[in-house]
């Protein structure tokens, strides 16, 4: 019998054992060998300000000591307040309210909810989704559905409901894209429309432009279908501005944030609504109320972390540190874009990715990724290809030496004749 007693979220069985980490400062991560790990993925992209920041777990400690939990319903705390004014702040304008649960997947799925029972208020029946193709939106049920359907969702394929897929938009496509949805509309009422704005993340980094997406969004608006933005991956500077709807000039009806939501800290999601979609619950009939929560909705902890974490997130020097990132990126995003080893390099803000050149096809399941990990955890870098796509996404603080040593790293790669293609 294994005698190891944790099941890794996608993980196989058969993989070799974890790395144990026992501490974090900074963009760094420490082994029990004390070895150091450079952080360049921020944890699966949650982290912003670096590992154990002081502010922030001085903030999550007083809480603790203050107000650990409270039921959600029947009350309220001060900082689910500040936080949602702070979160508020930072929406568009019409921005009205702001849903809390646990995590990326949750706050999708309480989109999706709120779209299908905001038409219910109306009494309409809207169950048909529009999403876009190659997308990831977590791993509950309607986040399933509306992510890419491959391998990841293909056992419970025939419990997933309907949603159409769209090619990510072009200036190219977008008249095929409109036509396809007006043929659509003609007997199929569309709930809403989900999207991962300028950046699809798990689906392989791909990127996309504001104006495109801007067009889209407009058509969808006026064509009565919501538009969901989920910037649980581009929320919080991650795409350069505060959030990647920041881009474009027409604002979403919902918007759904997390990983970053805490500087890492952690588990916590937010939808957040727009004036129209809280119009349309707002009854004294029961039958209007939104039936939805979970028993560690707007957690007081994960709050004062979110809070703290926005406390940084707004100051001078972390905005700097994001544009000094993203020119970091830039610069080695143009050194490395020719190399023969190299396809499609590209960056939006602090992410930057490139695919490795392989004869097997490009994706999640290429098995360079395994080679390509190893070689950088061998290094001291925390790299999580997807498939043959590597790409960085490091907490703000990293600097200069620990981004050169990634960088380093990545052209010390690329010239090593052993890897072969
Ligand atoms: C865009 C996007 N939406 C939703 C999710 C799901 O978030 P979580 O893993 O916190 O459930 C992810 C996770 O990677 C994501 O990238």
Redo the contacts with the bound molecule.
Sequence with gaps: MDTYPIWHPFTSLQSPPPIEIVSGRGALLFDKNQKSYLDAIASW?VNLHGHAHPYIAQKVFEQLNTLEHVIFAGFTHQPALQLSQALLAILPANFEKIFFSD???TA?EVALKMAVQYAFNQGEQKNTFLALENA????TFG?MAVGERNAFSAPFQEMLFRVVHIPVPTEENLPQIFEKINQLQKNTPLAGFIY?PLVQ??GGMNMYTPEALNSLLQFCQKNNILCIA?E??TGFGRTGKMLASDYCSTPPDLVCL??GITGGTMALGVTACSEKIVSAFRNSDSAYTFFHGHSYTANPTACAAALASMDLLIQAETQAAIRQISTWHKEFIGEIAAHPRVKNARTCGTIAAFELVSDEADGYFNTKRRQIEVYFLERGILLRPLGNTIYFMPPYCINLVQIQQLYRGVKGFLSNSILAA
Aim: a negative charge; aromatic letters at 12%.
């Design positions: 992209w995590n990326g997947s999708v990831y939106h977590g791993d986040a991962e993340g798990a989920d649980v991956m997390s990983k």
